[in-house]
């Protein structure tokens, strides 16, 4: 009675009771017999983000298991080296030149000069991959790490306490989708890269502040609409991966067990987003506040 009281109290948005609190980027799925909370990550962070909010170690400890994208717990280092090496890099006489086409490379040697990121180091790698390369390399300058990231707070504490944690898809399934993007999607993804990268710092400060606030409206408006303007790269990156991961949630309602969901924050928000799908199933589902 005390669980599905508090879950009552949690979910209940207009309530007096949460009138000094802000939402933030969680939801609680509600099924017979269990809740299962989902929570938006960034991926990597800064030591200054941390602490988190509190509702989301609230979660954790009222979670029997986690799920993450992938089974953070079970990662095979050497085996990961390998398959990114395998789809990520050109083994044959081509170069990136070649996959974008002189006009296309030529402005992206410029963009990435303006990043200080010398580009020719880049010249036996897939578009997708520098895309990734270049994203992680920028955001490593400006102090985001995956070691403060959520996957690895939350790894951390499971292991610590013996929790179960399961991933929705392996490693090798997202590098394949990133392998599968056509020609065009992947150097679309790094030239919107590339842009970005000039403003990194800015655009993570307010990318975190929405996150940590949970204005679903922000990141809609500028991360979401963004990733839509490119349709093959939101179906195959978002919505795809999304309606795969709401049947599995579907089945987890049926359980028992409480669960702490974790997936990166662009699959939670607007129409395609994981809530609304769920909810549009009939699933009882409603964003959490944080008391301040």
């Known amino acids: 009675m005390r669980r599905k009281f508090l879950a009552t109290l949690l979910v209940c948005l207009p309530c007096a009771a949460l009138a000094d609190a802000h939402p ?23 030591r200054q983000d941390h602490p988190l909010p509190n509702i989301m170690d609230t979660a954790y400890d009222d ?5 993450m994208e992938v089974d953070m717990d079970d990662l095979d280092a050497a085996a990961l080296q390998i398959s990114t090496n395998q789809l990520g890099v050109i083994h044959d006489d081509r170069t990136l030149r070649d996959f974008m086409g ?50 690895m707070h939350m790894t951390m504490k499971a292991t610590q306490d013996g929790k179960s944690i399961e991933g929705l898809e392996t490693v090798e ?9 056509s020609l065009d999607a992947q150097n679309n993804l790094l030239m ?7 403003n990194i710092e800015a655009l993570m400060d307010d990318m975190i502040r929405a996150w940590r606030n949970g204005d679903v409206d922000y990141m ?39 669960y702490l969901i974790v997936v990166g924050t662009l699959h939670l928000i607007g129409e395609d987003g994981v809530p609304a799908l769920l909810a549009k199933r009939g699933v009882r589902i409603g964003q959490l506040n944080e008391s301040l």
């Open 24 to 46: 933030v980027t969680m939801w609680l799925a509600e099924g017979n017999n269990n809740r299962i909370y989902i929570l938006g990550s960034v991926h990597l962070l800064r």
């Open 63 to 67: 979670a029997e298991a986690l799920i």
């Open 102 to 151: 002189d006009g296309l490379y030529e402005q992206a040697v410029v963009a990435a000069e303006q990043m200080d990121i010398p580009f020719d180091m880049l010249s036996k790698t897939e578009p997708w991959f520098a895309a990734i390369t270049i994203e992680q390399l920028a955001l490593s300058r400006i102090g985001f790490n995956p070691l403060y990231g959520i996957e």
């Open 173 to 181: 399934d997202q590098l394949e989708i990133l392998d599968g993007l």
């Open 192 to 198: 919107q890269t590339l842009a970005e990268g000039k």
């Open 220 to 258: 809609e408006e500028t991360i979401l609409d963004d990733m839509a303007q490119y349709p093959e790269l939101y179906k195959s990156i978002v919505v795809d991966r999304n309606r795969r991961w709401v049947d599995i949630i579907e089945e987890l309602l049926d359980d028992n067990d409480d």
